[in-house]
């Protein structure tokens, strides 16, 4: 498995940016999806952006497409979530998670928005957006 920890969050003003860090550590992450889920107060978790195990494609959620920017480096193990023009109701617990495709899920662009498919999870970082 690999263990991830999530960093960056804090509290910030409507209009602001905030860039979220995911560590990971125990192995490599470069054959992994990884993704960004978040879970609003009295809300389901639910898919935000994640990046192809390549790096080659990204894919967002409507709601944060154009403000948020996903990112990896696997030389540092390190994926990355560039969030501009936060919204009141971008607060949220944010939650990094790796997917370890299977045999048959191997395509470059390959990646899932569905929670039980992710195979690792972080922590999450409390992000808070003020009005």
Known sequence: QVQLVESGGGLVQAGG??????????????????AW????????????????????????????????????????????????????EDTAVYYCAADLPKPGNYSASYYSRVLHDYDDWGQGTQVTVSS
């Open 37 to 88: 889920f978040r879970q609003a107060p009295r809300k389901e978790r639910e898919f935000v952006a994640a990046i192809s195990w390549s790096g080659g494609s990204t894919y967002y959620a409507d709601s944060v497409k154009g403000r948020f920017t996903v990112s990896r480096d696997n030389v540092k193990n390190t994926v990355y979530l560039l969030m501009n023009s936060l919204k009141p």
């Open 17 to 34: 940016s905030l860039r979220l860090s995911c560590a990971a550590s125990g192995r490599t992450i470069s054959n992994y999806v990884m």
